[in-house]
């Protein structure tokens, strides 16, 4: 009955799908407490969650719609487009760097894969994202853009930048066990993305060379590729697709390289 | 007896100082300066013991001796800085019976929570649920938050849920007990089953009581070091001394 150490060296391919079944349980027990204390289990909870992207829409439309929205088809949508994917980056990291620390209680008593208290919070995260996706596709649609068989496209952004997440959990959750002032640091390093992410302006207002630099920021990029599917009705360039899987590469293997020369030295700072 | 776990010349170093408090800022300021030293700490130094099928292993020694790091290590949550260990069993830690437990979440919630740290199986769980609830008396409270519960309940459900362990190889820090009066007798009761059951236990215990009742092997150690492994009467005998001469 009990399956913990039970990982006989007998072929990869079976000791990944043991490891698997061996934590599996815990992984979706952790999945289900993350989940239910973000929402405290009410209904309003999931509620205040997906109004939260809809009032920050709300001050910026109020704001900016007097600057920009003249000159730009589908204001609202390509507004809502980078709020969206710049909160679910924002929430994703920002749970993802807490999550060792979090569970330190448990991390310091037992043993398994640590990373399983990162994925749980991703997922939480990522179902907040999808909930939110639904209110965006309502918005489109409210909007006068007629649906298009392109919009499965966006199925490509939303699995680099889910894993651009997760990478990017993994650096600052182990960076978060050393470093207790990264948080800080981290909420000014996300100003500088929010405002270099075009969330509110024309990013084609600025020089083909700016715009090309603005790639450089990769929430930029993925809310560009949402923008071109959706407000513009293109399909992106094969060089957009492999910009957008590039940073998640990154991030992952980066964070995993952090991960295995660390690991075992986190509980010391538990 | 066939050897199921051995520990050879296991040493485990903390690293102790201010490291714990210092921000990034603090770190990258303290580095230029070359003034940032970390301090090392041996919380066990070269112990080496064996364990076979059925053994008893009670671990003694003073508070600091290192005995909580030594079974963190054996039961894999930290990784010996030198030395190795090596069981041939799946070994099942006891360490802290509240572990896990979250206020926010009900009782259900929170048995099939700890179940799954503990390493029990969907399964397993899904059998064991009634047993549980009926053997920490709280079938009224199931669907209430914990945090409503009083910490005598909780402790009544943190040890029916601990106590359901088929383990190959046991690690207990303490013998574990909860509750009020008629509770913990039949925790202990419950106990005395599974340690009687022929179980290979490692068990720390500040009790030389438990230990001389329980143990066919003991270990001492102090400070981080060895001072023996061995026959229980020995050794008890051993540390008696030790401890009457002041130390």
Redesign the interface.
Known sequence: MIITQKLKDNGIISQVRSRFEAYNFLFVELVKRDFNKKYKRTVLGIVWSLLNPLLHLLILMLVFSQFFERDMPHFLIHVFAGIKVYQYFNEATNAGMSSLMGNAGIISKIKAPKYLFLLSKNVSSFITFMLTMGIFFIFVALEGIPFSPRFFLLIYPVITLTLLNIGVGLILSALFVFFKDIQYLYAIFLRLVFFTSAIFWPVESLSPLMQQLFLLNPIFAHIHYFRLVVVHGLTPSLNVHLILVLYPIVALLLGMLIYKKYNSRFIYHM | MAVILEAKNVSIR??IGN??D????D?VIQKLRGEYKLQEFWAVKNVSFQISDGDFLGIIGKNGAGKSTLL?AV?????PTRGSLS?KK????L??LG??F?G??TVR?NI??R????????A??NAAYDGIIEFSELQEFVDRPLKQLSSGMKGRLAFSIACL????ILILDEVLAAGDASFRKKSEAKMTEILNSGVSTIFVSHSLGSIKKLCNKVLWMHKGEQMAFGETEEICNMYTQFIEDGN
């Open positions: 903390y690293v490291y714990k210092i921000g990034f800022k770190y963190k039961s894999g949550i930290i990784r069981a799946s070994v099942t830690a360490l802290e572990v896990g979250d926010d979440m919630e099939f929570l179940g799954a740290i503990l390493g029990y199986t969907r397993f769980m362990v088929k383990p190959e």
